[in-house]
């Protein structure tokens, strides 16, 4: 039972180191990508889009809210 508990967090943990060095080139992964994928990309992350002239209103999805919180912020990250 230690062993299936440890391989779960281990497990937790790549995923997140995976999802935060994908939130790190999400810019770049959404411009070279096809125009279906960056629709699913914003269906999956953004809510309430709204055009208003050239300005694009949105909000963001949970979790993705709380990672643009932290990613505007320096601080949160070690170094």
Do not use: C, V
């Not at 281990?10 to 999400?26: D, F, I, P, Q, R």
């Not at 050239?54 to 643009?68: H, S």
């Amino acid at each position: 039972k230690t062993a299936k508990l440890h391989f779960a967090d281990e497990e937790y943990y790549l995923t997140s180191e995976y999802l935060l060095k994908l939130a790190s080139n999400a810019s770049k992964l959404f411009e070279s990508s096809e125009a279906h994928e960056k629709r699913l990309l914003l269906k999956m992350t953004l809510q309430n889009l709204e055009l208003k002239g050239k300005i694009a209103r949105y909000d963001w999805i949970n979790p993705f809210d709380k990672i643009a919180f932290y990613a505007s912020r320096q601080a949160w990250l070690r170094g």
